[in-house]
């Protein structure tokens, strides 16, 4: 069960993603972070295009914190 809704995940950012590229003519890299996205980076088809950030939303709390002090 879990291994299929990671799959499903994997394909549906996938899909969205060039469907989106498709629809505006751009091309972008996406960050992957949060639970699994460990999991999910080897599912991906083409896995140049995407970046895995563990710490993304620590590193943005991070400079948030400095920048109101």
């Known amino acids: 069960m879990r291994a299929g809704t990671l799959y499903m995940a994997a394909a549906f ?13 751009l091309s972008f890299k996406t960050i992957i972070t949060g639970g699994d996205a460990e999991r999910l980076m080897p599912l991906f088809q083409n896995q140049t295009r995407f970046s895995y950030d563990p710490a ?7 400079l948030f914190s400095a920048s109101s002090d």
Do not use: M
């Not at 993603?17 to 505006?24: D, N, P, S, W």
């Not at 993304?56 to 991070?62: C, H, P, R, S, T």
């Open 13 to 25: 950012i996938q899909t969205t993603l060039e469907k989106i590229e498709q629809k505006k003519n």
């Open 56 to 62: 993304l939303v620590l590193k943005g709390l991070a």
